[in-house]
Nanobody, 114 residues
Framework: QVQLVDSGGGLVQPGGSLRLSCAAIGSIFINYAMAWYRQAPGKQRELVASIRSGGTTNYADSVQGRFSISRDNAKNTVYLQMNSLKPEDTAVYYC????????WGQGTQVTVSS
């Protein structure tokens, strides 16, 4: 059973924007802090942003002020609005629980290039 479906990635020029979505089944979403991670080629997966069930958010220093995480509890969906994108944001992006992660989804590729 697919538990997490990431979508919304693509190719964008530096300075552009993208909005990622992650649809989850309810049992792994409700009452859990959710997070977006990314993994660039040759690098370890890193935490980008997280959001608690009540809406409190946290961001990595590298994306603070440019990215915004949100969630729709009625739709079991978490979003990542990415603005002012830079080439160093290029990576595969994944969502998962921040704590007690479940099986990872397929991720969505974000490429920032001119």
């Amino acid at each position: 059973q697919v538990q997490l479906v990431d979508s919304g990635g693509g190719l964008v020029q530096p300075g552009g924007s993208l909005r990622l979505s992650c649809a989850a089944i309810g049992s792994i979403f409700i009452n859990y802090a959710m997070a977006w991670y990314r993994q660039a080629p040759g690098k370890q997966r890193e935490l980008v942003a997280s959001i608690r069930s009540g809406g409190t958010t946290n961001y990595a220093d590298s994306v603070q002020g440019r990215f915004s995480i949100s969630r729709d509890n009625a739709k079991n969906t978490v979003y990542l609005q990415m603005n002012s994108l830079k080439p160093e944001d290029t990576a595969v992006y994944y969502c998962n629980r921040k704590f007690q992660p479940v099986t990872w989804g397929q991720g969505t590729q974000v490429t920032v290039s001119s």
